[in-house]
């Protein structure tokens, strides 16, 4: 998978990107060159992975010492988790742009943010969140987006080993105040649904290059079909008799008979000097009976001149008179 770019200038919604709105009013002079695309773009995300992987993202803060508790999930979102409100979790609240070259996260708490190519997101969800005690209560209702991300790590030799990182991004209420209880986000539902849809819509524009190059290692190349139970060739699964033609673009092994007519310019080809068969470049599978052989004229008139029959029971023909 592709690694992640970590930067220390957050991005400018204004001024380094274009919105969408603005991209689909007009026709782009080029699609190669100009700001990327702004799908979407929040100010106010929660970010939560586990305690061991959140050193891999590289934006979240450091924990203040002697308590590392400080960076525990906050309410009202944390009432929906277990082991004491998610503390085996890590919050970061970052800006979050979801433009159509990447996935940007960054927080203006540790400075920093980390730019993540859409191939190294292997998988994305909604995730449902009710409250751990009254699930019921719908007032503590929200979701999530969800997803698995994988970077390139040099130090794992075996990629099976190598855990995805599990990242949950919550779109959550900024005003809130300290003596009221806190409350979800009226708009929880509506952001993170936007947010989950224009991750979708970017990836869409950046296929998997591993599966392209499984493609090509299949034989991504159009399969040139020839019916022929003798050629030699790969033959196409599931279709007996049926083979691959050259994956340089070439044809496929030609069938017998289909080398072409024997002329006297190429007789030399097929034929050595006493008349016996041998083959040509070209020429391929087996000949039928007879096929390849000189008929004498004593065999071909055996039994008479010009292939007339002899016997007493033959009518004898007339000979021509004018």
Request: hydrophobic letters at 30%; glycine letters at 10%; aromatic letters at 8%.
């Amino acid at each position: 998978m592709l690694p992640p770019t970590v930067i220390r200038r957050c991005p400018s919604a204004d001024n380094d990107f274009q919105p969408l709105s603005e991209y689909q009013a007009q026709t782009p002079d080029t699609f190669f060159d100009g700001k990327p695309v702004l799908y979407f773009h929040d100010e106010n995300v929660k970010a939560w992975v586990s305690a061991e992987q959140r050193e891999d993202l590289f934006f979240f803060s450091k924990d203040e010492e002697g308590n590392s508790g400080t960076l525990s999930p906050s309410p009202p979102e944390s009432y929906a988790l277990e082991n004491n409100g998610g503390t085996h979790l890590r919050e970061e609240k970052v800006e979050a742009f979801v433009a159509s070259n990447k996935l940007t996260l960054f927080s203006h708490k540790s400075g920093t943010g980390i730019e993540i190519p859409y191939p190294a997101i292997t998988l994305h969800a909604i995730k449902n969140f009710s409250h751990a005690e009254k699930p019921e209560d719908a007032s503590f209702k929200f979701i999530g987006v969800y997803m698995q991300i994988e970077f390139t790590n040099s130090s794992d030799d075996d990629d099976e080993s190598f855990d995805p990182i599990e990242l949950t991004l919550i779109p959550y209420k900024a005003e809130q105040s300290s003596t009221e209880t806190p409350v979800v986000d009226p708009l929880n539902s509506e952001k993170a649904t936007a947010l989950f849809n224009q991750i979708s819509a970017c990836s869409n524009l950046h296929p998997d290059p591993h599966g392209e190059e499984d493609e090509e290692d299949d034989g991504g190349d159009f399969d040139r079909i020839v019916f022929e139970s003798n050629a030699e060739g790969e033959a196409v699964e599931g279709l007996p008799g049926v083979i691959r033609g050259d994956l340089n673009g070439g044809l496929p092994p030609p069938m017998p008979g289909s080398s072409g007519w024997i002329t006297a310019d190429n007789v030399n080809d097929f034929f050595d000097a006493d008349g016996n068969w041998i083959g040509g470049e070209g020429a391929s599978g087996e000949l039928g009976d007879g096929a390849g052989r000189v008929r004498g004229r004593d065999e071909v008139e055996q039994d008479g001149p010009n292939g007339q029959e002899n016997g007493d029971d033959v009518d004898s023909k007339r000979p021509r008179t004018e």
